[in-house]
């Protein structure tokens, strides 16, 4: 990331009027060309010299080395370009379902989604996740089928698609000239024009229609009418009156319509030769609503300037930047805001301009514009800032639940701390990226949302952190508990020559589950007549409890025990805490072996979205997991299979899912209650735990 310094001697510039501005996240499944199509739009639109691509690794929003290397988009990518005096803020989300975090987060700063589709593809699980989400926020959606030079491309048929699965207010605005390698243009049904295919260059502005397209245009143009002027009583009128309506006037309703949510405009188009940028720059200016007509719904109380962070990046030259979009202003740099979550004051030296990497110092943002600003100091995701304390409820954002986890180490010992400190910035920035220290295991673990994920945060630790980290399968937390009642009775005693040591107790256990499901621990002092004094019956709990932390069977904790101290007998000269602790924690091993001790695991509920296809082999791989299939909902060409799978089996699901379905499924999963291990899977379990500790004692 650069920063330039401010130029001196130049006049303030005003901040743009959010009537200006267009706000759009640019989202869609992996891989359909949102990056390419952000770089032609910045191409087309002059504030790029030239239309870099994927492939090479030179498009101005897939900027961050990772995303070159694998040929995809890691993050959000906040870029802006000016068209027929409008500003474009358009935000490059990523499409892989792992790195969701940032357009989930881009959703809650724009007025508008340009959905990209593949031509070949079509609907796929991510565009209709996206959909979802931008549907619950009422955000307008124009869609762009991308992608028609290539084989087997069709875009009535993805049109058909959107219409079935998205939404049946999906409407042409645009139409292909040609199909795959014979497509040479395209034709905006608006202002009924064409646009030539550039082949990488600007494009050429508008030519007449081609003849041999007149019927399929007049078919078209008549459906796209139709639906603008349904929405618009009195366009309605003068249309069934037979009046040649003007291309502004339609232009108006359906902006209006869009607005509403009640129209999406479907256009198309090849980002990667520069086919359908004029017509969809249009479309956004006059079909996307601006920051004044659709404003935010993020509170931010009655200050005068506030500002919404959207976004954190951890760069390693410049530090933090926080991008934002502002609520109140305008705002402009040496400014100081305060943030209500930790009530520390904020300066923000410079308001910046982001395009990609580069980045811009304005002397001002207006209210609905997008920016940035660097080295805020405790500033995260989520925050609003405002120019006094008032009490807002910062938005909440709705991050998906990290599926996976792989506990991490560094390959150095000693390099703990920098894997730490490089984590949490890492976490920083993606917030389902999450690091904890499991309890049980002590493992420190890295959960997310894709293998993938994970695998690009080990990346980045290297590169940015210099820390080289190994990734290791979780283990899973597994419990112990007991199916019956049992007692046991253990006399501590040693006698080494002056003071002894001397406990004796007898215990009870009977299984304890708590009325939720929980499984708790119980300790009842059932001591009649004082055999032993109160003041060690605390030391039986605590060698209870000791004992617990590790159960016999696979040194998993135990819980749903209920313990009664029910007799015993004291020294009057060698008891002690110690021996009752000790006492109290042989007893109770003794007793756990007689209750009928068994291994538990955890349960997941799975939910898989996978083409029908493979619905089959998705299922019997699930039931070769010790899956139970609990519905399929068929939707579209995808089926959404529902199932309980333990832990155990899923901790490597993704890689399987990919080859099952050529990486065209997706799921996500949520611990739902421990349950107990079928016998001949305990059986192996144990008898592992049992080698490894043999091992650790050879
Ligand atoms: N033939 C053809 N290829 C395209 C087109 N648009 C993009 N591509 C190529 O498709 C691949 C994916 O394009 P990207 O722009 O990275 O797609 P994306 O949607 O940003 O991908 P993610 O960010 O990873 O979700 C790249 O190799 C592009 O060059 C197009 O219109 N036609
Ligand atoms: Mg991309």
């Known amino acids: 990331?650069?920063?330039?310094?401010?130029?001196?001697?130049?006049?303030?510039?005003?901040?743009?009027?959010?009537?200006?501005?267009?706000?759009?996240?640019?989202?869609?499944?992996?891989?359909?060309?949102?990056?390419?199509?952000?770089?032609?739009?910045?191409?087309?639109?002059?504030?790029?010299?030239?239309?870099?691509?994927?492939?090479?690794?030179?498009?101005?929003?897939?900027?961050?080395?990772?995303?070159?290397?694998?040929?995809?988009?890691?993050?959000?990518?906040?870029?802006?370009?000016?068209?027929?005096?409008?500003?474009?803020?358009?935000?490059?989300?990523?499409?892989?379902?792992?790195?969701?975090?940032?357009?989930?987060?881009?959703?809650?700063?724009?007025?508008?989604?340009?959905?990209?589709?593949?031509?070949?593809?079509?609907?796929?699980?991510?565009?209709?996740?996206?959909?979802?989400?931008?549907?619950?926020?009422?955000?307008?959606?124009?869609?762009?089928?991308?992608?028609?030079?290539?084989?087997?491309?069709?875009?009535?048929?993805?049109?058909?698609?959107?219409?079935?699965?998205?939404?049946?207010?999906?409407?042409?605005?645009?139409?292909?000239?040609?199909?795959?390698?014979?497509?040479?243009?395209?034709?905006?049904?608006?202002?009924?024009?064409?646009?030539?295919?550039?082949?990488?260059?600007?494009?050429?502005?508008?030519?007449?229609?081609?003849?041999?397209?007149?019927?399929?245009?007049?078919?078209?143009?008549?459906?796209?009418?139709?639906?603008?002027?349904?929405?618009?009583?009195?366009?309605?009128?003068?249309?069934?009156?037979?009046?040649?309506?003007?291309?502004?006037?339609?232009?108006?309703?359906?902006?209006?319509?869009?607005?509403?949510?009640?129209?999406?405009?479907?256009?198309?188009?090849?980002?990667?030769?520069?086919?359908?940028?004029?017509?969809?720059?249009?479309?956004?200016?006059?079909?996307?609503?601006?920051?004044?007509?659709?404003?935010?719904?993020?509170?931010?109380?009655?200050?005068?300037?506030?500002?919404?962070?959207?976004?954190?990046?951890?760069?390693?030259?410049?530090?933090?930047?926080?991008?934002?979009?502002?609520?109140?202003?305008?705002?402009?740099?040496?400014?100081?805001?305060?943030?209500?979550?930790?009530?520390?004051?904020?300066?923000?030296?410079?308001?910046?301009?982001?395009?990609?990497?580069?980045?811009?110092?304005?002397?001002?943002?207006?209210?609905?514009?997008?920016?940035?600003?660097?080295?805020?100091?405790?500033?995260?995701?989520?925050?609003?800032?405002?120019?006094?304390?008032?009490?807002?409820?910062?938005?909440h954002i709705d991050f998906p639940e990290p599926v996976m986890s792989f506990a991490v180490t560094p390959q150095a010992k000693g390099d703990e701390e920098k894997m730490a400190t490089g984590l949490r910035r890492l976490s920083e920035e993606d917030p389902t990226l999450i690091m904890r220290r499991d309890p049980q295991t002590g493992e420190q673990l890295l959960s997310g949302l894709s293998q993938m994920q994970v695998e690009v945060a080990v990346d980045r630790l290297k590169t940015r952190f210099h820390v080289d980290v190994e990734l290791h399968p979780p283990r899973v937390p597994y419990k112990e508990t007991i199916r019956k009642e049992s007692r046991a009775r253990h006399r501590y005693k040693k006698q080494t020559g002056g003071r002894g040591q001397f406990g004796d107790c007898e215990l009870i256990l009977e299984p304890l589950l708590g009325e939720d499901g929980e499984m708790g621990y119980e300790f009842v002092d059932k001591i009649v007549g004082g055999v032993i004094s109160q003041s060690y019956r605390p030391a039986v709990d605590k060698g209870v409890r000791e004992a617990m932390e590790h159960g016999e069977l696979a040194g998993a904790p135990i819980e749903g025990v209920r313990v009664l101290l029910v007799d015993g007998m004291e020294h009057n000269v060698d008891s002690s805490e110690m021996a009752f602790k000790i006492a109290g924690s042989m007893a109770f091993k003794e007793a756990y072996q007689k209750a009928d001790p068994v291994l538990l695991e955890p349960i997941m509920q799975l939910e898989v979205t996978v083409p029908d296809d493979t619905v089959g082999a998705v299922n019997g791989d699930l039931n070769s997991r010790r899956g139970r299939l609990q519905g399929m909902d068929p939707a579209g060409g995808m089926t959404t299979v529902k199932a309980e799978v333990p832990m155990a089996e899923i901790l490597t699901y993704s890689q399987a899912l990919t080859s099952m379905t050529g990486g065209r499924g997706d799921y996500s999963m949520h611990f739902i209650r421990y349950e107990e291990v079928p016998t001949h899977v305990a059986q192996k379990i144990i008898d592992q735990t049992k080698r490894e500790r043999e091992e650790a004692h050879a």
Not at 98 to 122: I, K, N, P
Not at 131 to 140: G, M, V
């Open 1 to 395: 990331m650069r920063l330039e310094a401010t130029e001196e001697d130049t006049r303030p510039m005003p901040a743009t009027e959010p009537t200006k501005i267009r706000n759009i996240a640019v989202a869609g499944h992996r891989g359909v060309g949102k990056t390419s199509l952000v770089e032609a739009l910045l191409f087309e639109s002059g504030k790029a010299n030239r239309l870099g691509s994927v492939e090479q690794g030179t498009t101005v929003s897939d900027w961050d080395e990772h995303e070159q290397k694998r040929g995809m988009s890691l993050s959000g990518s906040l870029c802006h370009l000016e068209w027929k005096d409008r500003k474009i803020n358009l935000v490059d989300t990523p499409g892989d379902a792992g790195f969701q975090a940032d357009t989930y987060a881009a959703l809650r700063v724009v007025e508008g989604v340009l959905m990209v589709l593949s031509g070949v593809m079509g609907v796929e699980v991510n565009t209709a996740r996206v959909w979802k989400r931008a549907e619950e926020q009422e955000l307008s959606r124009v869609l762009f089928v991308n992608m028609l030079d290539r084989e087997r491309a069709d875009f009535f048929r993805v049109l058909e698609a959107a219409r079935q699965q998205l939404s049946d207010r999906c409407v042409a605005i645009q139409l292909p000239i040609g199909s795959e390698h014979e497509l040479t243009g395209i034709v905006d049904l608006l202002h009924m024009c064409a646009y030539m295919d550039p082949s990488g260059g600007r494009e050429g502005g508008p030519q007449p229609i081609p003849d041999s397209m007149a019927d399929l245009v007049q078919e078209h143009r008549e459906k796209l009418l139709d639906a603008v002027v349904e929405t618009d009583e009195e366009l309605m009128g003068r249309y069934l009156e037979g009046e040649e309506l003007d291309p502004a006037a339609v232009a108006d309703a359906l902006k209006q319509a869009v607005t509403r949510d009640e129209l999406y405009p479907v256009a198309c188009g090849v980002a990667s030769k520069n086919l359908g940028t004029t017509a969809l720059l249009d479309l956004l200016v006059e079909g996307v609503p601006s920051p004044a007509k659709k404003g935010t719904t993020i509170e931010f109380g009655d200050a005068k300037q506030a500002v919404f962070i959207f976004k954190t990046i951890a760069d390693p030259f410049t530090g933090r930047i926080s991008c934002f979009r502002v609520l109140a202003g305008p705002v402009s740099g040496d400014t100081t805001l305060v943030d209500p979550r930790t009530h520390a004051k904020e300066r923000l030296g410079q308001v910046l301009l982001l395009q990609g990497k580069d980045s811009e110092p304005v002397d001002a943002l207006g209210i609905g514009d997008l920016g940035a600003a660097a080295k805020l100091k405790d500033v995260v995701t989520g925050d609003v800032l405002v120019d006094h304390e008032v009490a807002v409820e910062p938005p």
